[in-house]
């Protein structure tokens, strides 16, 4: 089944320690992307990558990093969180171009106490 | 990135088709419009997308205004599982907006049994 895999689905962790989610796709798409979803604020694109070893910037990407060195695999670090870092997490992605869809994840819900 | 325009709300009753509008009034000549939709707990899903002609998929029709400055996605036999936030976008085909998919605040459908 085509799908886009992220783990975990719940996180609780407490400020300071690194974390890191991950995020898997099976269907061979050059462009993944992580979101972040906020009460009133709605979904913010955190980083992108349009191919492997080539990422970028989103919307809010402070305090995020990520990877991209296969082409299945996008995962998100949080070097140091922060309780403004909790939300709900997802990760996408799409072949290239503006013609096609893209595919989400279930989500992971990341609490920062 | 252009930005679309959507009611917050919409209500319908279960068998009955709903329209669901968008105005995108600085929709550039490149962009494509895609429909997502969320249902509650989980990710955005794809519904439908489009350039310039109507366009019909196993889940709803997309018609597309011949100036191209709104869009009605039609679910023709609404369903309690049709409830959900529904979300109008661009997707840029170039330039800084390449690939990116840039949500808004969505229209709540909510589909009375």
């Known amino acids: 089944e085509a799908q886009v895999t992220q783990n975990p689905r719940y996180l609780i962790t407490v400020t300071g320690k690194k974390l890191t989610v991950t995020c898997s796709q099976n269907m061979n798409h050059e462009y993944m992307s992580w979101y972040r979803q906020d009460p009133g604020l709605g979904l913010r694109q955190i980083y992108y990558?349009?191919?492997?070893?080539?990422?970028d910037k989103g919307d809010v990407p402070e305090g995020y990093k990520v990877s991209r060195k296969e082409k299945r695999n996008f995962p998100l670090i949080l070097e140091s969180p922060s309780p403004n870092q909790t939300s709900l997490y997802f990760c996408a992605s799409s072949i290239q171009g503006a013609n096609y869809g893209y595919t989400f994840g279930s989500g992971t819900r990341l609490t920062v106490v | 990135d252009a930005k679309t325009t959507q009611p917050n709300s919409m209500e319908s009753n279960e068998e009955e088709p709903v329209h669901l509008p968008c105005n995108h009034s600085?929709?550039?000549?490149?962009?494509?419009i895609h429909w997502y939709r969320q249902l509650p707990s989980q990710g955005p899903e794809y519904v439908i997308h489009g350039l310039t002609s109507n366009v019909n998929n196993r889940m709803a029709s997309l018609a597309i205004a011949e100036d191209r400055k709104s869009s009605t996605l039609i679910l023709h036999r609404a369903t309690l599982r049709d409830a959900a936030v529904y979300y109008c976008i661009l997707k840029g085909a170039g330039g800084t907006s390449y690939g990116k998919l840039t949500f808004g605040q969505g229209t709540i459908l909510t589909v009375h049994p």
């Open positions: 600085t929709i550039s000549g490149t962009d494509y």
């Open positions: 990558s349009m191919n492997v070893e080539v990422t």
